[in-house]
């Protein structure tokens, strides 16, 4: 029976993602979108805040970018956000909050077509990635406040304000950073059982957060199996096997992100989601590789589980046939095929809608 169902998952996203190729462009997208999170969908933060330890803007990442260029994106090309908002006809992905910042002059006009909040390393609990001097959920979600603010000045009152953030995209993507600092902690301040229970209820804290900022639109993505990253196979296994206890987390996590937005969308009115299973999507694409045209599954293309990719490691020529492009990043490939995913499969690995039915994007 579980054989049948698999199957039948794995058939669905295949002729799904057959069709998106060969659809038509899609329909205009929405008005902005602002994507919050960690390093499956920073395009660049990073870049901007000194002494950060978490960066990717040097060779060999963005091996595939445009000239070759190291965007501080962890991927050899296109990240996870860069294609999901091309399914939505942008050409190119909203820049980093921080860059426009540094840019006042084009400030007010773009933070109408979105921002970039995510930071590779960052999580849902605040101390989360601190000591690499990245930005958590929470102070994320405060430079959000800070659009909000100058959309205002702009509009002259909150009103308006609330219908333009209305009809905006909130692209969520975190967790799992959360959960390897756990697991490589050794004294453990808390049991497993607490500590799901405060990531849960500090993410759901932060969804309420965005939606009492005027966010209605959420797309949420899950942690993916981290259990079997090459740094966890590495590092908790030592034998290029999963590890169960990062596996499990993983799962758990998407259960109760699944509920508590189902429960929080029910106590209002306005409020539309759709979350992705990233952990069952990824198995079901590396449970037939060879389908998705994926050969290593298991492997960095550039590094290894121990190191992560730079100037010095070795990398892999062919890219595309790779999940893995370092310790814990996809590939352009593999965003590719999970953005298509998050766009046109049904339960139970998009729930309660996917990404084209949420957004009424036509394919």
Not at 2 to 13: E, Q
Not at 337 to 344: D, E, N, S
Request: hydrophobic content about 40%; charged content about 15%; glycine content about 8%.
């Amino acid at each position: 029976m579980a054989k049948t169902c698999f199957h039948g998952v794995l058939v669905s996203i295949a002729v799904t993602s057959l069709l998106l190729l060969q659809a038509e462009a899609p329909s205009p997208p929405p008005p902005a979108v602002y994507i919050f999170g960690d390093s499956t969908l920073d395009v660049g933060t990073n870049n901007f805040i000194p002494e950060c330890a978490a960066r990717a803007d040097f060779y060999f990442n963005g091996i595939d970018f445009p000239y070759s260029k190291p965007t501080g994106r962890f991927s050899n090309g296109l990240n996870t956000a860069d294609q999901i908002v091309r399914l939505l006809g942008l050409k190119k992905s909203p820049p980093p909050f921080l860059y426009l910042v540094n840019d006042p002059s084009n400030f007010q006009k773009n933070i109408l077509q979105g921002a970039n909040f995510a930071s590779g390393g960052s999580g849902i609990l605040r101390d989360t990635g601190k000591a690499k001097r990245v930005i958590p959920l929470e102070e994320q979600i405060q430079q959000f406040s800070t659009i909000r603010s100058n959309i205002t000045n702009m509009t002259g009152s909150e009103e308006a304000t609330d219908k333009i953030l209305s009809k905006a995209f909130i692209l969520i993507s975190i967790g799992s950073n959360d959960m390897f600092e756990y697991l490589l902690d050794l004294s453990k301040p808390m049991s497993l059982a607490e500590f799901n229970a405060t990531l849960i209820s500090t993410y759901e804290y932060h969804i309420k957060t965005l939606y009492e900022l005027g966010a209605r639109t959420f797309g949420i993505l899950t942690v993916p199996p981290i259990g079997c990253t090459p740094f966890a196979r590495a590092v908790f296994t030592g034998n290029n096997s999963c590890s169960e206890p990062a596996q499990a987390m993983a799962v758990q996590f998407y259960f109760d992100v699944a509920s508590s937005l189902e429960q929080f969308s029910s106590t209002v009115q306005d409020m539309k989601y759709s979350v992705g299973n990233t952990f069952l999507m990824t198995s079901v694409l590396t449970g037939d590789k060879l389908a998705f045209g994926l050969k290593n599954i298991a492997a960095a293309c550039c590094g290894n589980g121990t190191y992560g990719c730079n100037q010095t490691a070795s990398f892999c020529s062919n890219r595309d046939e790779y999940l893995f492009w370092d310790q814990f990043h996809p590939t352009q490939r593999a965003s590719e095929l999970v953005a298509l995913t998050l766009f046109g499969a049904a339960e139970p690995i998009m729930v309660p809608l996917n990404f084209s039915q949420l957004l009424g994007v036509n394919i």
